[in-house]
């Protein structure tokens, strides 16, 4: 998966040795827009599985949605 921009990004995280991330921060949130590739589609269709990887040795509050988790401002 790769990120992707979207309509209402504010914010552009990096960090070292990553890609630049372009997110919407609030005050209590930030989120991410990530795009599949054919080949993982194809996987998801097949397993419907999806896999999150955190950096680092604490794991903070996560949520997955296919749809914006967010009401737009």
């Not at 504010?10 to 990530?34: F, M």
């Not at 097949?46 to 997955?64: D, K, N, Q, W």
Request: aromatic share 8%.
């Amino acid at each position: 998966m790769k990120p992707v921009k979207f309509e209402d990004v504010n914010c552009v995280l990096q960090a070292p040795g990553c890609k630049e991330l372009p997110v919407l921060k609030t005050e209590k949130h930030i989120v991410s827009c990530w795009e599949m590739t054919e080949m993982e589609k194809e996987e998801f269709a097949r397993t419907g599985r999806i896999y999150l990887s955190i950096m680092g040795e604490a794991h903070p509050p996560v949520s997955l949605y296919v749809d914006r988790p967010y009401i737009r401002q």
